[in-house]
């Protein structure tokens, strides 16, 4: 066994609910935003990787984990691909993803903490890759929830929200006003796509959050999958459309293209992630 190098002999932890997630590594950056606290460090295990406020939030080598299945349920099932909406996201991964689908004409990336976008691009730049360059990226240094607000109706195809957890300024996020402005300018054929935290570590939260959709949109379905980094490992993305569920129909050319490079998303992976709803929340979701 190779001994720990003497720089890389501390542990980073994020602290939830009496439980320690963490790992060992080094501090490269720990400095406070306009908006929080962000820490860039470098794992021995994960590479480079993210905190915001103490909460985990990307690494090198586990961001594919959530990503991948954040965009392409939603990305690969929607009508039509002309505009998409990028609420949050600022490590650039979830923006890479959506641009690797040709079809995208325009995308506009909301991020509130301009700062997270510039330490991401310089301490982790494989997860925005060549996204930053790309002409079809609009990015916007603005408050995502004012921008949802004021656009105008039927504006998006998708509308993705990549938040952090229901804390700091993603605290608005999750809630029915938010939601209902997300429906309001989606077009017709239309998916949104969130984030909706841990079933396990984020329980109300998560049951909560698939309720309101369910209530605004007349299809929403949480998808299950694991982030090893993230409180408990055990994540989730929820889905909605009117009309029908059409998140859960991946139009198969897209499908097929994208699913060749992916680590963990394909047609296969996420049908068998719409349907691990445990018991316990199927039976929270029909009260």
């Not at 929607?78 to 909406?85: D, F, G, P, S, W």
């Not at 990028?86 to 990336?109: N, P, Q």
């Amino acid at each position: 066994m190779k001994s720990t190098p003497a720089n890389y002999n501390s542990w980073i932890d994020e602290y939830h609910q009496g439980i320690r997630y963490g790992m060992e590594g080094k501090i490269l950056i720990n400095e406070k935003s306009t908006f929080q606290q962000i820490t860039l460090i470098e794992s021995k295990r994960y590479g480079k990787g993210l905190l915001l406020d103490g909460c985990w939030m990307t690494a090198e080598h586990q961001e594919r984990h959530y990503h991948e299945c954040l965009v392409h349920p939603a990305i690969c099932s929607a009508e039509n691909l002309h505009k998409v909406l990028i609420i949050g996201g600022g490590d650039g991964g979830t923006a890479r993803e959506c641009l690797r689908h040709k079809e995208i004409e325009h995308l506009d990336m909301v991020e509130i903490d301009g700062r997270v976008v510039e330490l991401s691009q310089k301490y982790l730049p494989t997860l925005g890759g060549q996204a930053w360059n790309d002409p079809r990226l609009h990015l916007k240094i603005e408050d995502g929830i004012a921008w949802v607000a004021k656009a105008n109706d039927n504006s998006y195809d998708v509308v993705i929200v990549d938040g952090s957890d229901p804390e700091g300024p993603s605290k608005g996020l999750f809630n029915k006003s938010f939601f209902n402005n997300c429906k309001r300018i989606l077009r017709p054929g239309g998916v949104f796509a969130t984030q909706s935290e841990s079933p396990e570590a984020f329980r109300k939260v998560h049951i909560e959050t698939v309720r309101i959709l369910r209530e605004i949109f007349e299809f929403a379905d949480p998808l299950y999958g694991w982030v090893p980094m993230y409180p408990s490992g055990w994540w989730s993305w929820t889905f909605a459309s009117r009309e029908r569920p059409r998140y859960k129909n991946p139009i198969a050319k897209r499908a097929e293209f994208i699913s060749k490079e992916c680590e963990i998303w394909s047609i296969r992976w996420q049908q068998g992630a719409f349907d691990a709803i445990p018991a316990f929340i199927e039976r929270e979701l029909s009260k």
